[in-house]
DNA sequence: CGTTGAACCTGTTTGC
DNA sequence: TGCAAACAGGTTCAAC
């Protein structure tokens, strides 16, 4: 459910809801999914949400300790299918939530995930800054010089690059095929090998798309929510991803999936070309 | 460097 | 209807 954009549509509704608000008290229920859950149960409770912001699919609550400790950082991932929002106590929580914090305001910000394949840390200085470096660049602020060269260095096919959050982070499946299809650019290509127009009309893409989804509020393909419990709406604009079978927007030739960097990947056969085969026919 | 497949978990959809 | 397989928004690791 979470990529770049449903990530931080969730963090401008956690925003006005969570920041200036104090942590009182921490209860757990699964904890296999979080680093050092001892140390989430002793080190929030007292501390204040100073600041929330998002690094690629990340969240980062900053916090202040009540009692002059050093400032740290709750990092949290969603995985495939995790949540987190706010609610009031007297809602009933639903099966697999495992972190609910009680909040000044009386609310409880409620960590919710199925699958358990995100992750929660309670991080501070060398720890922090050690994870922030494993980062790659922001696909939104990223210039498209520096994109180019990148992508220049790369021989890895395009779209397991678009997926390497060590190289952008917050893109991942349904978004690097939304920009593939807007880019025309067929998924196994060698990064390297994109001409100098299809590198920029990438970058281009990939900040047209991941801007419109945010402004859509994310794609909700089963359950994902934002803070207030809405779907988001750009899975109705999705032109590749999960339309195999129907036809491409621009064309009408059929969308197809194929299995990339173990993805599932959608494009348009017709609109974004397959490399030539790399078959030595002759060798000099 | 890069690729593949498996692993981590639960739920839903698809196929026989 | 029932049951098994396939698949899902993600990441990591071993083996090649």
Redesign the pocket.
Known sequence: ???LP?VETLVRGLRKSVVGRRILEVRLGKT?FIDDAAAIERGLPGCLVTAIERV??FFLLRLKPANGRVPAALLV?L???GHLSPHRPAEPAP??THVVMRMDDGRELRYTD????GRMALLSGAALAAELA?HGREPLEISEAEFRARLA?????IK??L?D?SFL?G????YADESLWRARIHPIR???SLTQQQARALHRAIRKVLAEAIRLG???????RDAEGRP?FF?LRHRA??REGKPCFRCHARIR?I??????SHFCPRCQRAPRSKKRTSKP
């Open positions: 459910m979470p990529e449903e296999d690629g699919k991932h995985g495939m299918t099966k697999h199925p699958r358990r394949f494993r260095a790369r021989r890895a096919r397991a690059l997926l959050q982070h893109i991942g499946n349904i060698v990064a390297a994310g794609s909700s393909i089963s359950d994902y988001g899975q991803y999960d999936r299995l990339v960097a173990g993805r599932g």
